[in-house]
C-alpha cells in the first residue's frame, strides 16, 4: 500500500499508512522506508521527510544503502545539498548510484566545483562511473570556470570505451555548445548511433545560438527526412535561428509548417518569434500584424522586441502608445522598460509621453541595469580567474 500511493498522485496517503503502522507497534524496514521517504519527496514534505529520518536512524537503518540512497535523492529535491553530503558520507556502502546521486546533487544545487571533486574522489576510489553518472556530472563541465575538466570527461569516455548513447552523447554535445566549442558538438552528434528527439533539437540549438543558421536550417530538413518529428520546442529553436540569421521567408515557411504539416498549435514563444524576425527585418507592419492575430496577449518580451524594432528602424504603427502603456504595466518595476518606451515615444515626438515616462520611473526610484559580459582568465580552473565588464 505505501509503495502503491508513494508513486500515485497522491504520496501523501502513503505517510497516513506509514503512521497507522507506526501507532500499531510495526515498524518499517528497508523495503517499505524507501517508499516511505519518497512520498516525502514527491510531496515536497520537508518537515516529514526529516522526521522519518529521526526514524530510520532510531530504528537502525541509517546504514542501509536503499534507504540512504532514498534520502539522498529526497534531500537533493528539498535542495538541502548539506544534509544530503552527510547521508552520504555515513554510508558504510557507497556503489556507482550513490556516487552519482551525490553529483547530481551538487549539480542541482549549482555546484560545479564541488560535483567536480566528488567525481574525482570516486575515481580514486576505484567506483567505475557509468553513463548515469557521466551524464549527471558533465552539466556542471559547461560552467565557465571548467573548462578542461569537460575534456577530461570526454576523454575517460572515450578510454573506457562507454557507449555514447542518446542521452550521454546528448550531454556532452551541450556541454561543448555552452564552451562555444561547435566543432566538438558536431563531431559528438555525428558519432552518435541513435539520435532522438532531444539530440537533435540540441544540437540545432547549439548551432542556432553560435550564427550558424544555414547550418541549422539544413540541419533541421536532415532531421525531418531521417522521419524525427519535430515538436513545439524544436519549431522554436528554429524560428529563434531564422529571427538571429535573418531569414524571413524561412521563418514564415517553418511558422506555417507548425500546423499544416504537424498539427502543431503556434504558442507565445512561436507568436514571439515571428514578431522578432518580421521587426529585425523592418516589416514593422507586418510584425503588428501578428501581434492583433494572436489569441492570448502579447507578454513582456514579445512587447519589448516589437518596440525596439520599431526604434531602430524609426517606425511607428497605430496602436504604438497603447503598447508602450502595456509594456510597462506588465512589469512595473523594470526600469529598462520605461527607458525603451521613452525613446520609443520620441520617434512620433510624443514628448509629453517621453516626459511622463521618464518622471515615473524618477518617482518609482528605478534604474536601468546595465548590461554584462564576462572574459575567463588563463586558469581554466579557477573562479576567481574571471573578469567581468559592465556596460549601459
Same mark, same amino acid.
Given at each position: 500500500?505505501?509503495?502503491?500511493?508513494?508513486?500515485?498522485? *497522491?504520496?501523501?496517503?502513503?505517510?497516513?499508512?506509514?503512521?497507522?503502522?507506526?501507532?500499531? /507497534?510495526?515498524?518499517?524496514? !528497508?523495503?517499505?522506508?524507501?517508499?516511505?521517504?519518497? &512520498?516525502?519527496?514527491? %510531496?515536497?514534505?520537508?518537515?516529514?521527510?526529516?522526521?522519518?529520518? /529521526?526514524?530510520?536512524?532510531?530504528?537502525?537503518? /541509517? %546504514?542501509?544503502?536503499?534507504?540512504?540512497?532514498?534520502?539522498?535523492?529526497?534531500?537533493?529535491?528539498?535542495?538541502?545539498?548539506?544534509? %544530503?553530503?552527510?547521508?552520504?558520507?555515513?554510508?558504510?556502502?557507497? *556503489?556507482?548510484?550513490?556516487?552519482?546521486?551525490?553529483?547530481?546533487?551538487?549539480?542541482?544545487?549549482?555546484?560545479?566545483?564541488?560535483?567536480?571533486?566528488?567525481?574525482?574522489?570516486?575515481?580514486?576510489?576505484?567506483?567505475?562511473?557509468?553513463?548515469?553518472?557521466?551524464? !549527471?556530472?558533465?552539466?556542471?563541465?559547461?560552467?565557465?570556470?571548467?573548462?578542461?575538466?569537460?575534456?577530461?570527461?570526454?576523454?575517460?569516455?572515450?578510454?573506457?570505451? @562507454?557507449?555514447?548513447?542518446?542521452?550521454?552523447?546528448?550531454?556532452?554535445?551541450?556541454?561543448?555548445?555552452? #564552451? /562555444?566549442?561547435?566543432? !566538438?558538438?558536431?563531431?559528438?552528434? #555525428? !558519432?552518435?548511433?541513435?539520435?532522438?528527439?532531444?539530440?537533435?533539437?540540441?544540437? @540545432?540549438?547549439?548551432?542556432?545560438?553560435?550564427?550558424?543558421?544555414?547550418?541549422?536550417?539544413?540541419?533541421?530538413?536532415?532531421?525531418?527526412?531521417?522521419?524525427?518529428?519535430?515538436?513545439?520546442?524544436?519549431?522554436?529553436?528554429?524560428?529563434?535561428?531564422?529571427?538571429?540569421?535573418?531569414?524571413?521567408?524561412?521563418?514564415?515557411?517553418?511558422?506555417?509548417?507548425?500546423?499544416?504539416?504537424? %498539427?502543431?498549435?503556434?504558442?507565445?514563444?512561436?507568436?514571439?518569434?515571428?514578431? *522578432?524576425?518580421?521587426?529585425?527585418?523592418? @516589416?514593422?507592419?507586418?510584425?503588428?500584424?501578428?501581434?492583433?492575430?494572436?489569441?492570448?496577449?502579447?507578454?513582456?518580451?514579445?512587447?519589448?522586441?516589437?518596440?525596439?524594432?520599431?526604434?531602430?528602424?524609426?517606425?511607428?504603427?497605430?496602436?504604438?502608445?497603447?503598447?508602450?502603456?502595456? @509594456?510597462?504595466?506588465?512589469?512595473?518595476?523594470?526600469?529598462?522598460?520605461?527607458?525603451?518606451?521613452?525613446?520609443? &515615444?520620441?520617434?512620433?515626438?510624443?514628448?509629453?509621453?517621453?516626459?511622463?515616462?521618464?518622471?515615473?520611473?524618477?518617482?518609482?526610484?528605478?534604474?536601468?541595469?546595465?548590461?554584462?559580459?564576462?572574459?575567463?582568465?588563463? *586558469?581554466?580552473?579557477?573562479?576567481?580567474?574571471?573578469?567581468?565588464?559592465?556596460?549601459?
Amino acid at each position: 500500500m505505501i509503495r502503491s500511493y508513494a508513486n500515485s498522485p *497522491d504520496p501523501a496517503e502513503s505517510l497516513k499508512i506509514f503512521r497507522r503502522m507506526r501507532q500499531n /507497534g510495526i515498524h518499517a524496514d !528497508s523495503y517499505s522506508y524507501p517508499f516511505v521517504i519518497m &512520498a516525502c519527496r514527491k %510531496g515536497l514534505r520537508v518537515w516529514d521527510g526529516r522526521g522519518v529520518h /529521526g526514524l530510520v536512524v532510531k530504528d537502525g537503518l /541509517g %546504514g542501509d544503502k536503499y534507504v540512504g540512497d532514498a534520502l539522498l535523492r529526497m534531500y537533493t529535491e528539498f535542495d538541502e545539498i548539506v544534509m %544530503g553530503r552527510k547521508v552520504f558520507d555515513e554510508m558504510p556502502e557507497r *556503489d556507482v548510484t550513490s556516487w552519482s546521486l551525490l553529483i547530481a546533487a551538487y549539480v542541482t544545487c549549482d555546484c560545479p566545483n564541488d560535483a567536480l571533486e566528488v567525481f574525482r574522489s570516486m575515481i580514486r576510489n576505484n567506483i567505475k562511473p557509468n553513463n548515469v553518472t557521466l551524464v !549527471s556530472l558533465l552539466p556542471s563541465c559547461g560552467h565557465v570556470s571548467n573548462r578542461m575538466a569537460g575534456l577530461s570527461v570526454h576523454s575517460h569516455i572515450v578510454v573506457n570505451s @562507454l557507449c555514447l548513447d542518446s542521452a550521454l552523447g546528448t550531454a556532452l554535445l551541450s556541454m561543448y555548445s555552452q #564552451r /562555444g566549442s561547435i566543432e !566538438s558538438a558536431v563531431r559528438v552528434f #555525428r !558519432s552518435i548511433e541513435q539520435k532522438n528527439l532531444q539530440c537533435w533539437t540540441v544540437m @540545432l540549438s547549439c548551432l542556432a545560438h553560435h550564427g550558424r543558421g544555414e547550418d541549422a536550417i539544413a540541419l533541421f530538413t536532415e532531421m525531418e527526412n531521417s522521419g524525427v518529428t519535430p515538436d513545439s520546442l524544436a519549431f522554436t529553436v528554429i524560428l529563434t535561428c531564422c529571427s538571429h540569421s535573418g531569414l524571413v521567408d524561412k521563418g514564415w515557411k517553418y511558422f506555417q509548417s507548425m500546423k499544416g504539416d504537424y %498539427g502543431l498549435e503556434p504558442s507565445m514563444e512561436h507568436y514571439g518569434c515571428m514578431v *522578432d524576425i518580421l521587426g529585425r527585418a523592418g @516589416l514593422i507592419d507586418e510584425a503588428y500584424g501578428i501581434i492583433k492575430i494572436m489569441p492570448m496577449g502579447p507578454n513582456p518580451v514579445i512587447l519589448r522586441s516589437f518596440i525596439a524594432s520599431c526604434r531602430y528602424h524609426g517606425l511607428v504603427v497605430e496602436g504604438d502608445d497603447e503598447l508602450r502603456r502595456l @509594456l510597462i504595466e506588465s512589469e512595473p518595476n523594470v526600469g529598462a522598460n520605461y527607458v525603451l518606451a521613452a525613446n520609443a &515615444a520620441s520617434l512620433s515626438s510624443s514628448w509629453s509621453h517621453v516626459a511622463d515616462t521618464r518622471l515615473s520611473m524618477k518617482k518609482i526610484g528605478l534604474k536601468k541595469v546595465p548590461g554584462y559580459s564576462w572574459m575567463e582568465g588563463s *586558469d581554466g580552473f579557477v573562479q576567481e580567474a574571471l573578469t567581468v565588464f559592465t556596460g549601459g
